[in-house]
């Protein structure tokens, strides 16, 4: 009897069988049941309890996880940082190729459950590989940006010696960019319109944002989040930004806001005060505009040139902030 067309399709997916049970997986790597569980759930994994749900891969990814334990390259909890930031991180990148292979899939679904002949089943299982090498390649590429960062942030050897304690902290210009009234143009569009318009911003956005050398921390939905070693590079972003958007007849405005000062990298994330007045700043902006905290205008004011001026507007109320003091971004090229 042919077996129903997900479990197929997930053991070419899996690269074989589910034939281990937790218990069996954490004997042959001489873990404990506590330490499988952990990371399972760090990957963001339901637990299984004691049914067979590992393959072979499953055992020679806690074998290999045994080896780095038992040679102390990385403890369990260093361990169990990586497990979580890579299972976020493929999660999303998942649930993303899946909706562009969406259709594949399905037919592939329909086909395995219909015959035992060779067919789509077959083709999923010829591309997982090329897809794999291609993650891995990418991998390499953003750890080697991520080398590169850190080194380029790290501070000299006089600062080592009389700073005490090593920190995360940098400092950045940090930068959000959101539709505007999406919330009313949800309701307007279908979820085919929605999804392409949503799919336009996020796409056109990254590449504006890599194309500068600067970093895209996360996109949600309407709004990207990015951050820039400079004001400079962040203000061209925020005037490409509308400039892209802008000729797109398919896309509302956006509104833009920037903010500069020490933030905390953790985890692929920014965190600390810059980020929030970043976010406080974007909301002050009218659709089309970009408004600057003091202290991204002051570097502005100081070292753009020609490219780009400022213009002080009103001190208002901010939550969190107290009273501000915004300013907006002008094109002086245009």
Known sequence: M???SGDRLRSIVLGG???????EVANAARLNLEDIAQLWRAMGFADVGEARAFTDADLGAVLRVASLLDRDLVDMEGLTDIARSMGQTTSRLADWEIDTLRRHVVQAGAELNSTDAPGPGEDLAELLPELEQLLIYVWRRQLAASVGRLLDHQPN??????GG??????????????????????????DTELTAVVQAFESDSAD????ASARLV????DEVMFVSDSADQAAAIALNLHRTHNANDDLPQIRVGLATGAV???MGDVFGVTVNRASRFTALARPGTTVLDSATAELLSSTSGEKFS???LTPRPVRGLGIVRPHALIDSTS
Do not use: C
């Not at 069988?17 to 218990?23: G, L, V």
């Not at 050897?157 to 009389?162: G, T």
């Not at 304690?165 to 960019?177: D, I, K, L, N, S």
């Open 17 to 23: 069988a589910e034939r281990y049970t937790r218990e």
């Open 310 to 312: 400022v213009r002080a």
């Open 165 to 190: 304690e090593e920190t995360e902290a940098a400092t950045a210009t940090v930068g959000f960019a959101d539709l505007v009234s999406f919330t009313r143009l949800s309701r307007q569009l279908d």
């Open 157 to 162: 050897e006089a600062s080592d010696a009389e």
């Open 264 to 266: 905390l990298n953790r």
């Open 208 to 211: 504006i944002i890599h194309a």
């Open 2 to 4: 042919t077996a129903p």
């Open 218 to 221: 996360k996109t949600l939905g």
